[in-house]
């Protein structure tokens, strides 16, 4: 299973960016789809999840309102658009997907069995 994120880039403080994740798999429309980043040095957190229709997100604290995540099944792509980007928004981000299981806010990585190799968004300051 291959998922592509697209849309890295450097973009000065309080911009905005907005990423992709595609598939080429039938089944997209039955994953929970997630998004997490990476910073230098950090460990991997969670960012936001989706539920498999949409009609359910999820969003770590620190987020806040700063982040929408959606999906469009039709065209097998899940999107999260950044706004109010800062320094410290400086990661890789990569896309996830669970095949199996609903979202388990509990534990974000649960089920998150497929990975995009990553996309470096860069916030200058």
């Known amino acids: 299973v291959q998922l592509q994120a697209s849309g890295a880039g450097v973009v000065q403080s309080g911009g905005s960016l907005t990423l992709s994740c595609t598939s080429s798999?039938?089944?997209?429309?039955?994953?929970?789809m997630s998004w997490f980043h990476q910073a230098p040095g950090e460990e991997r957190k969670f960012v936001a999840a989706?539920?498999?229709?949409?009609?359910?997100?999820y969003y770590s604290d620190f987020v806040k309102s700063q982040f929408t995540i959606s999906r469009d099944n039709g065209k097998n792509t899940m999107s999260l658009k950044m706004n109010t980007l800062e320094p410290e928004d400086t990661a890789v981000y990569y896309c996830?997907?669970?095949?199996?299981?609903?979202?388990?806010?509990?534990?974000?990585?649960?089920?998150?069995?497929?990975w995009g190799k990553g996309t470096l968004v860069t916030v200058s300051s």
């Open positions: 996830a997907a669970n095949p199996v299981t609903s979202f388990s806010p509990l534990n974000p990585l649960y089920g998150m069995d497929f």
């Open positions: 798999e039938q089944s997209f429309y039955t994953w929970t």
């Open positions: 989706i539920s498999v229709s949409g009609g359910s997100t």
